[in-house]
Each structure stands twice: as C-alpha cells, then as structure tokens.
C-alpha cells in the first residue's frame, strides 16, 4: 500500500528533493572572496539566492502540469547554453573588476580619482607595479585609487551575473531532472505495452 502510493507520487518527490538540494547548495557553497569587501553585499547576495531558488520552485510547480518532453528538451538547452554564457560574463567581469590582496579578491573601479596613487608611484619608481601586486599599494582600500561610483557599479554587475550564474543553474538542474524522469516514464510505458502485447 505504501510502496503503490510512493510510486504514485516519486517525481513529486524526486523534484522537491532536487529543489532541496540547489536551495541548501546555494546557502551552504560559500560566496566568492570579493563580497568581503562590503557590508551589504552578503545581505544582497543572500536575498539574490533565496529569489533564485523561488523561481526554480515555480519551475517545479508548473513541471507537474506540463509533461511534454520536447518543451524541457527545449528548456534544458536554453538554460545551459545560458548558463554557460553568464557564467563566461562573470568570469571575465570579476577577473577584469577584481584584484587580489591576502588571500581574497577587492572590486575595483573603472574611473581612477584625480590624485591617481599609481601615477605617484610610477614617477618615484619609474614602472608601475604588477596588475596582482596594486592592492598592496593601496593597502587594500580600492577608494584611494578609484573612485566610489565606478567600484559599487563593478559590484552591482559582479552581483547580478552571480545572482543570474545562480537562477539559470537552479533552471537547468530542475528541468534536465524532469527530463530525465519524463524519459524514464515514457521507456517505462513503452516497455509494459509491449509485455502486455507478448501472447
């Protein structure tokens, strides 16, 4: 009785525990080093998991009226191929819009202040210093060499392709799961109709 009433009810229960599953992944993986550096950026980054596990819940809740197999064949390709795409953006934006100081990475700006501190130590030194050495200069304070508008919009765009890196790999692992068990219904039916055919 329970075993019937189990099987009835297994994709149910197979999506809700891979929702679970990316919910308590994308709370228990650390954040990357750079939201260190500023207060609220753990508090948004957090609130940015929490909506992009919501909205794979809602993925959830609508893969139990649709069950057809070409639309999260479809589903499954746009969110990788997606995925893929803003995780390269990401990549690229925190190597470009970050630099490292004691083991964690700063943002940086796009807009150096008008005392520039490289300019400085340029003319004292004759070079600038390596990319991966400027924060020693500043001590770890990005706001003596750029300015505060530039550095909290490279956090703001670091935050939201993290917050995207997170919703479209929520989206991708709901819909291939239900893919998978959409497959496996379909080959389970097939399999009893034929049994039943044999004479």
């Keep these: 009785m329970l ?10 229960i197979t999506l809700l525990s891979t929702w679970i599953a990316s919910v308590a992944g994308a709370f228990i993986i650390p954040l990357p080093s750079w939201h260190a550096s500023d207060d609220n950026t753990t508090f948004l980054m957090k609130f940015g ?11 959830i809740l609508y893969s139990l009226k649709n069950k057809i197999i070409s639309v999260w064949m479809r589903l499954s390709v ?18 470009a819009n970050t630099l490292p100081y004691l083991e964690k990475d700063i943002v ?19 070079f600038l210093p390596a990319r991966n050495e400027q924060m020693m200069i500043l001590l770890g304070d990005p ?57």
């Design 3 to 12: 075993v019937a009433k189990l099987k009835e009810v297994w994709k149910e």
């Design 49 to 59: 998991v929490f909506i992009a596990t919501a909205v794979a819940g809602f993925l």
């Design 78 to 95: 746009y969110f990788i191929v997606i995925l893929i795409g803003t995780y390269a953006a990401y990549h690229f934006s925190r190597e």
């Design 108 to 126: 940086i700006g796009d807009e150096f202040i008008d005392t520039n501190p490289f300019e400085a130590f340029e003319a004292t030194h004759g």
């Design 143 to 199: 706001e003596k060499a750029w300015t505060k508008e530039s550095i909290m919009n490279n956090r703001v765009q670091l935050m939201v392709l993290l917050f995207l890196c997170y919703l479209f790999s929520a989206g991708f692992i709901i819909s291939f799961c239900n893919l998978m068990i959409l497959y496996k219904e379909k080959y389970t039916i097939k399999v009893e109709e034929k049994n039943y055919e044999i004479p």
